[in-house]
């Protein structure tokens, strides 16, 4: 392994389901001058990110931007719409979805937790026939809230937030709905106001292709009303003093500024691509890298194909190897780093992001990494993954990019 003073030559391999590679366009943008956070300059830019940034969540009603990680967001959705004692109906999907159960828990919120049966733990998305069914049963409506994991970055599924509105409708409930989309958000299709979301959460490290630092909430005016009556201790989350302060482009304390040069960056790409052509792009990585993983023979940990996620796929170990000796040794050999198994997926998986500044041939060399690494760990592979990514890639040229040229006949 390198020591510290050595220098690795090339770029690491950065594929883990977030923080995910930032393109240098962004980075560059990062290195301008720190501004005056009160000055006419930051107004402007806050407005127009203020302004742009809801195209991203698909809403017309206000996203808040915190300086915090994700896990400040979450502390915000439930601290801002919430009192001490209300019951809240969470799913378990996976890791980040029991994290944010525990939190309710710590914040005097009263969480109950639907679990699937037992196969499918960890390996399904939220089945709302389950909400449906609780919500109706609840009809004195303690239920003050319906709390959601989008995209399960533990697990690699992505559920249906949708089918999730339409059984909350379907119970005639009227409790909040809150979706965190912290890995899903500018890579897998998410609609805050078509679906009904009341407060969606988000973060800066994944599909934003920033470095960690910024959060989100995106709003409802039904969240908005709610957060009146909420009476959950709060300052530096408390959306009425945010909201004030953003009406004019400013923060009521000191924003991350470069940070904010980066999202000015990052929706300037996301925008000028089309969220359309964003999210068909990371359809076809993840594609490709499930041929991959279906080509060596091994488990995906999504069962349910219609919600394979487009951000990463988790790849499941045959009995007796241990993921994290997987993942080592990629990482020491290939200065390759991939996405360990997080909470009861510990030693079973490892994950690979397919987000961020990536390509087809960083996927293929993340692939040729994986692959080399699994066998060196003594994995049996039935055949070569990178091959059959390879030839779904070629034979499924990007939009945009130039058509296959075809036999020409010359030889
Ligand atoms: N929720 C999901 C789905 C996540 O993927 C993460 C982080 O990876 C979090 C919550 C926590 O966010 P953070 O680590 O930025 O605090």
């Known amino acids: ?42 107004g402007e830019l806050g407005r127009k990110l203020l302004t742009e940034i809801r195209k991203v969540f698909k809403t017309e009603h206000p996203v808040i931007i915190y300086p915090a990680s994700g896990t400040g967001a979450w502390e915000a959705a439930l601290a801002n719409t919430l009192n001490a004692g209300d019951a809240v109906l969470m799913f378990e999907t996976g890791h980040f979805a029991t994290l944010w159960k525990q939190m309710a828990l710590r914040l005097g919120l009263e969480p109950e937790f639907l679990t699937p049966p037992e196969t499918q733990r960890w390996r399904c998305g939220v089945q709302p026939q389950l909400i449906e069914q609780r919500l109706l049963e609840d009809r004195e409506h303690r239920i003050k809230a319906v709390c959601v994991v989008h995209n399960e970055t533990s697990t690699g599924v992505t559920s249906d937030i949708a089918a999730v509105r339409r059984a909350i409708d379907a119970a005639g409930h009227p409790a909040l709905l809150l979706v965190d989309t912290i890995s899903g958000l500018a890579s897998a299709d998410y609609r805050h106001d078509e679906w009904g979301v009341d407060v969606t959460v988000s973060g800066s490290q994944k599909g934003l292709m920033l470095p960690p630092g910024i959060s989100f909430n995106a709003l409802s005016p039904k969240a908005i009303e709610a957060s009146k009556r909420s009476q959950l201790p709060k300052s530096f989350w408390a959306w009425d003093e945010i909201l004030a302060a953003n009406a004019n482009g400013y923060w009521p304390y000191t924003p991350n500024t470069n940070l904010l040069y980066g999202l000015n960056e990052s929706l300037e790409m996301l925008l000028g691509e089309g969220l359309d052509n964003v999210f068909a792009r990371h359809e076809r990585w993840g594609e490709g890298v499930r041929r991959a993983v279906n080509a060596w023979g091994l488990e995906i940990q999504c069962q349910d194909p219609a919600l394979y996620s487009p951000v990463l796929t988790g790849v499941v170990m045959p009995e007796g190897i241990d993921a994290d000796e997987v993942r080592r040794t990629i990482f020491e050999r290939f200065d390759l780093s991939l996405g360990t198994g997080l909470g009861r997926a510990k030693g079973r998986m490892f994950r690979i992001g397919h987000l961020g500044d990536c390509n087809d041939l960083t996927l293929i060399a993340t692939l040729g990494g994986c692959e080399a690494g699994l066998k060196l760990c003594g994995v049996e592979l039935f055949g070569s993954g990178v091959q059959a990514a390879l030839e779904f890639f070629a034979e499924n040229p990007a939009p945009g990019t130039p058509a296959n040229p075809g036999n020409t006949g010359r030889g």
């Open 1 to 42: 392994m390198l020591t510290l003073d050595q220098h690795p030559s090339g770029r690491h391999y950065l594929q883990i389901p977030g923080p995910s590679p930032v393109p240098d366009r962004i980075l560059r943008a990062m290195s301008l001058p720190t501004i005056d956070h009160r000055g006419p300059e930051f």
